[in-house]
């Protein structure tokens, strides 16, 4: 199983940016999905994930209120809406995905990079 990510790039402080992310390989049920984000010189962290089956989100605080995680039309795959980027919102970002209830995420992307400019 591979997850793709996709939608990163440069923008300026108070824009938009949205993310994609897919898999590919074998299918598999998820139980949820998720962001995670790492800037350089620090932890990777937790952005917001999906339960799969209810559409309930939890987000971090840093962006609560200004991102958007939602399913995607297909099995497997989502998205993250950015809104009113903020110059510390720049990272890499990946997507991941774990298969029950209190398991890690099992499933991670390469992740694409985000910038936003002040």
């Known amino acids: 199983v591979q997850l793709v990510e996709s939608g990163g790039g440069l923008v300026q402080a108070g824009g938009s940016l949205r993310l994609s992310c897919g898999s590919s390989?074998?299918?598999?049920?998820?139980?949820?999905m998720a962001w995670f984000r790492q800037a350089p010189g620090k932890e990777r962290e937790f952005v917001a994930h999906?339960?799969?089956?209810?559409?309930?989100?939890t987000y971090a605080d840093s962006v609560k209120g200004r991102f958007t995680i939602s399913r995607g039309n297909a099995k497997n795959t989502m998205t993250l809406q950015m809104n009113r980027l903020k110059p510390e919102d720049t990272a890499v970002y990946y997507c991941?995905?774990?298969?029950?209830?209190?398991?890690?995420?099992?499933?991670w992307g390469q992740g694409t990079q985000v910038t936003v400019s002040s």
């Open positions: 390989g074998r299918d598999f049920n998820t139980y949820a």
């Open positions: 999906i339960i799969w089956d209810f559409g309930s989100a």
């Open positions: 991941a995905a774990k298969l029950g209830v209190g398991e890690e995420y099992v499933y």
